[in-house]
């Protein structure tokens, strides 16, 4: 059974770096093709992409977000961590991780199949 | 980025009827569309991948299909049950960086 869980503040100020963790369970990230990703979701609006990370050490970011953001894994400790610089009222929003239910990035397949509960991070002085 | 629109935006339904959302895409994206649901406070829940094949554990009342000019796409309830009134987003993966369009809602009518 797969299960995720996002970890981190719930509020930070503005400037500051966001550090959020994913603590997974019922899979590896040793494993070929394994992929976690992180989406989130701003109050009352869509869901949008940030980052991936997959078993290989490839990394994929957002474009629009790509300066601002890290993506790293600990294999030994199932967690990936993703980081968010510079922090602004306007990256208020839950954040997701999420389990990457299809292939590697070249083939396209990019589903999430498993979600953390996500958490809700508000950017506030 | 790859826009993908979603009509219509709210869906007012009630129990056991049919209904059909659709998302439209910028470009062509082949087959390379995912559809979710979510409720309040929860996370979503994948319906569908490859535009057409039914994740495991999801009922069968839930299909998607796609367009032979692969931009447009839609999924459908055959018969609306009370757990179904959510809101639902698509999501491409034919380009990076996969984008989601901005969500239909089904509430009762």
């Known amino acids: 059974q797969i299960t995720l869980k996002e970890s981190g503040p719930t509020l930070v100020k503005p400037t500051q770096t966001l550090t959020l963790t994913c603590t997974f369970s019922g899979f590896s990230l040793n494993s070929s093709v394994m992929g976690v990703g992180w989406i989130r979701q701003p109050p009352g609006k869509a869901l949008e992409w940030l980052a991936l990370?997959?078993?290989?050490?490839?990394?994929r970011y957002s474009p629009s977000l790509k300066s601002r953001l890290t993506i790293t894994k600990d294999t030994s400790k199932n967690q990936v961590v993703l980081t968010m610089t510079n922090m602004d009222p306007v990256d208020t929003a839950t954040y997701f991780c999420?389990?990457?239910?299809?292939?590697?990035?070249?083939?396209?397949?990019?589903?999430?199949?498993?979600w953390g509960q996500g958490t809700l991070v508000t950017v506030s002085s | 980025d790859i826009q993908m629109t979603q009509s219509p935006s709210s869906l007012s339904t009630s129990v056991g009827d049919r209904i059909t959302i659709t998302c439209r895409a910028s470009q062509s994206i082949s087959s390379y569309l995912n559809w979710y649901q979510q409720k309040p406070g929860k996370a979503p829940k994948l319906l569908i991948y490859a535009a057409s094949s039914l994740q495991s554990g999801v009922p069968s009342r839930f299909s998607g299909s796609g367009s032979t000019s692969g931009t447009d796409f839609t999924l459908t309830i055959s018969s609306l049950q009370p757990e179904d009134f959510a809101t639902y987003y698509c999501?491409?993966?034919?380009?990076?960086?996969?984008?989601f369009g901005q969500g239909t809602r089904v509430d009762i009518k």
């Open positions: 999420a389990h990457n239910g299809g292939s590697y990035w070249g083939a396209r397949e990019i589903y999430f199949d498993y």
């Open positions: 990370i997959y078993w290989n050490d490839d990394k």
């Open positions: 999501q491409q993966s034919y380009s990076a960086p996969p984008t």
